[in-house]
């Protein structure tokens, strides 16, 4: 899998740390997801992107400040990519107030191997990032 198993690997480390946190693996979800998103008012993506950045490079997101460069696939709802799927969401009532997407540059995508040194690098800030951010959503939700 190599470095696209960044999101798996992060998960892992927030499970482990924090196990009264909700998590979920997605793994090409398309439509489906809806059903696990549609109570949540905030909601934290990680995933290997490919942005053209240095290996191991983070970009912490808004929903609202990416959009999706694959094409549409109106007969495949498992084919979807999630930001297509949040994108479209509303249309089935369903509103998330917070969405913030982690973005880690890949180093390399060789099946069978392991994360790179720079992945495990970075999943260790993005862990640490994320952590804020819950902390802060749940403080958006006492007030």
Known sequence: MGDDGIGPYVI???????????FLELHTPGY?????IQEKKSLILVDAADFGGKPGEIRRVKREQVQSIKEPCSLNLHGADILTVLENAPS???FIDNVILYCIQIESIHPGHSLSHLLKASAIEVISSIERDMLNFRMQAIS
Not at 12 to 22: N, Y
Not at 32 to 36: D, G
């Open 92 to 94: 089935w009532g369903i």
């Open 12 to 22: 892992e480390k927030l499970q482990e740390k924090h196990p009264d946190w909700e």
């Open 32 to 36: 489906t997801i809806l059903s696990y």
